[in-house]
């Protein structure tokens, strides 16, 4: 399967499921902490879109798109599942949400960065 292809539709899963805990009903909450004025989920999503966009670029440009939202992504996703598991079972939608998108990013990491761990390291011998 191509690279691009999989990045894109991996971005996009997280995108769509962020944007289904943003806009759930009132029960639930507590999966997307506000943070500031703006929610934690908004985060997410600009970041999950970032990394969407970077198939559109190529080189140094895809890099400067992917990584500032794999960043944002991955930080807001690990702080919300540390602090789901630092709350008990109160939190438990928080826990289970930011861990799945945790996974996500990582997952959207590895395929990223792939093709640079695959090159041959020249030696100055």
Known sequence: MNRLFLIAAIS???????LSIT??????SAACPILGAV???AFALGGY?????????SG??????????WIITLSVSVSGALAGAMAGGAASVLLL??????????????????PYLCRTVWSRR
């Open 12 to 18: 996009m899963a997280g995108f769509l499921g962020t």
């Open 39 to 41: 929610s934690a989920c």
């Open 97 to 114: 949400t930011n861990l799945l998108s945790v996974v996500t990013v990582m997952t959207l990491g590895a395929v990223w960065v792939r």
């Open 49 to 57: 879109s970032a990394m969407a966009a970077s198939t559109l670029f």
């Open 60 to 69: 140094w440009r895809a890099a400067a798109v992917f990584l500032p939202g």
């Open 23 to 28: 806009f759930a009903p009132s029960g639930e």
